[in-house]
């Protein structure tokens, strides 16, 4: 059974510092790898996607990567902002129709 | 672009009484889901409907019922609410069938029941 695990829980930086967020899975087998963002009272907005082809996807500042051997994804925010501020959640696409989600990751960017 | 609109977006039951939750896409997607999102249990599938006229059980369904009135819409039943049914509920809606395909949310519809 997947299980995806995503560290830290919560996050707080400066204005201006680059992190990553990151997001591990239990079965390498996955079809597709995607990265959401959710404001608190809102819904999902999807920020990147992955293929389980690729590497690497880029979207402006933010950078996800994928290593489906080591069962492992980060997503790369450069110079944050506190609009930046939300709850990062990863999700893996395995067979079928069914997507497991991690936790998320709290992100706060001070001013 | 509406994307994924979900209504009602908020709604307050009473324990046993029925309601439904509507879904519409209009980004011509062939498979639609409904999640639940409840504290420190993340997103859970409760059903999902793979192309028009099919519809499947995921990983919570008990308690609920689903329609796929046409490819656009997909709406959620809860026949007989229980306050464990107290939830954020979203539906979504993906392209390109079950390997390849990008999620799309609506804002969710957050539901109390007494």
């Known amino acids: 059974k997947q299980e995806v695990t995503q560290i830290p829980a919560a996050l707080s930086v400066p204005e201006g510092e680059n992190l990553v967020l990151n997001c591990s899975f239990t079965?390498?087998?996955?079809?597709?790898l995607q990265w959401f963002r959710q404001d608190p009272g809102k819904g999902l907005t999807s920020l990147l996607l992955i293929q389980s082809s690729q590497r690497e996807q880029t979207s402006g500042r933010l950078n996800a990567s994928l290593d489906k051997s080591s069962g492992r994804s980060t997503l790369y925010i450069a110079a944050s902002q506190p609009g930046d501020s939300a709850t990062y959640l990863c999700a893996v696409k395995g067979g079928g129709f069914k997507t497991i989600f991690g936790a998320g990751t709290r992100l706060f960017v001070k001013a | 672009n509406a994307g994924v609109t979900q209504t009602p977006k908020f709604q307050v039951l009473k324990t046993g009484q029925s309601m439904t939750l509507q879904c519409a896409q209009d980004?011509?997607?062939?498979?639609m889901y409904w999640y639940r999102q409840d504290p420190g249990m993340g997103l859970r599938l409760i059903y999902y409907?793979?192309?028009?006229?099919?519809?499947d059980k995921g990983e919570v369904p008990n308690g609920y019922n689903v329609s796929r009135l046409n490819k656009r819409e997909f709406s959620l039943r809860l026949e007989s609410a229980a306050p464990s049914q107290t939830s954020v509920y979203f539906c979504?809606?993906?392209?390109?069938?079950?390997?390849?395909?990008?999620?799309?949310f609506g804002e969710g519809s957050r539901l109390t029941v007494l």
């Open positions: 980004m011509n997607h062939n498979s």
């Open positions: 979504a809606s993906s392209d390109q069938g079950a390997n390849t395909g990008e999620l799309f």
């Open positions: 409907s793979a192309s028009e006229g099919t519809t």
């Open positions: 079965d390498s087998a996955i079809y597709n």
